[in-house]
T-cell receptor
Framework: GAGVSQSPSNKVTEKGKDVELRCDPI?????LYWYRQSLGQGLEFLIY????????KSGLPSDRFSAERTGGSVSTLTIQRTQQEDSAVYLC?????????????FGEGSWLTVV | GQSLEQPSEVTAVEGAIVQINCTYQ??????LSWYQQHDGGAPTFLSY????GLEETGRFSSFLSRSDSYGYLLLQELQMKDSASYFC???????????FGSGTQLTVLP
């Protein structure tokens, strides 16, 4: 597609349930990022994939969070045993290279509400 | 580690000029970029400075001083549609992820 695609756009889940969020990056982009943004807050880095290199998982807040990227393209962020504090918008972004102009392209986000 | 500091809020009137500052602390530095985010929308790239000086893109300009670890975004001829959050961001040498500041909420008044 033309841009970064994320699904679902909105998800309401019960506390304790697992959720999966999907990101389809721009075709040809080797770098993929996940960020979390709580209402009115900044962008919190979660995880970064670059090509076939080991991902940078330094931002994952707990072991309930995990992510994978299959075939160097689509990525899935999984949150296990969701808690109310996990409610946020989860933003995926991609870029054509690891460095360069620091330009990354964001999707519209997956809005997660844990009730 | 790396951190970027910016004011939380700025208010200005339509037609005015506003400057949003950003100071950073990083181990190694590959330049400063700026993103705009409207309420409910995705952040979008505005500008990037790799070297010291001013970069101009239409009504928006961005400045970087590497020796002062400081940059700013300058918005001229403000319009109501410029009301949004603005984030500075930087990628340091050791880490590969792009770190964002906490964002500045700009409100443009009529």
């Amino acid at each position: 597609g033309a841009g970064v695609s994320q699904s679902p756009s909105n998800k309401v889940t019960e506390k304790g349930k697992d959720v999966e969020l999907r990101c389809d990056p721009i075709s040809g982009h080797t770098a993929l990022y996940w960020y979390r943004q709580s209402l009115g807050q900044g962008l919190e880095f979660l995880i970064y994939f670059q090509g076939n290199s080991a991902p940078d998982k330094s931002g994952l807040p707990s072991d309930r969070f995990s992510a994978e990227r299959t075939g160097g393209s689509v990525s899935t962020l999984t949150i296990q045993r969701t808690q109310q504090e996990d409610s946020a918008v989860y933003l995926c972004a991609s870029s054509p290279a690891r460095e360069g102009r620091n330009t990354i392209y964001f999707g519209e986000g997956s809005w997660l509400t844990v009730v | 580690g790396q951190s970027l500091e910016q004011p939380s809020e700025v208010t200005a009137v339509e037609g005015a000029i506003v400057q949003i500052n950003c100071t950073y602390q990083t181990s190694g530095f590959y330049g400063l970029s700026w993103y705009q985010q409207h309420d409910g929308g995705a952040p979008t790239f505005l500008s990037y400075n790799a070297l010291d000086g001013l970069e101009e893109t239409g009504r928006f300009s961005s400045f970087l001083s590497r020796s002062d670890s400081y940059g700013y975004l300058l918005l001229q001829e403000l319009q109501m549609k410029d009301s949004a959050s603005y984030f500075c961001a930087a990628r340091s040498g050791s880490a590969r992820q792009l770190t964002f500041g906490s964002g500045t909420q700009l409100t443009v008044l009529p």
